[in-house]
């Protein structure tokens, strides 16, 4: 859900950044005249680092096998990931269970 509403408030700053003149009045702070002068770079930064926060707002490391809806392996269970030879068994184990 943040990583959501993270995503509209990147997309509208930027937005608001593109189309909106920001003239500099007096007592305006200076960092607004540079961001004027670079808009590319301040789009570019608020565009990775706000998919930067996103991804760690939705990962979760999971790694999770299911066959025929029933879970054969789950790394966040068992905390690592499985051997090619031991996911083959599992599902193969999985499968002739089902049978």
Known sequence: MA????????????????LVD??????QPQWLAGAREN?????????FISNFI??????????EISVNGSEVFSKLKLGRLPSLDELTSLVE???NAGQ
């Open 54 to 63: 996103e991804q760690q707002l939705i990962a979760t490391g999971a790694f």
């Open 39 to 47: 808009k590319i770079m301040v789009i570019l930064m608020i565009f």
């Open 3 to 18: 990583a959501a509403i993270l995503s509209w408030a990147k997309l509208i700053a930027i937005g608001l950044f593109l």
């Open 93 to 95: 184990e999985s499968l």
């Open 22 to 27: 920001f003239t500099l009045a007096p007592g």
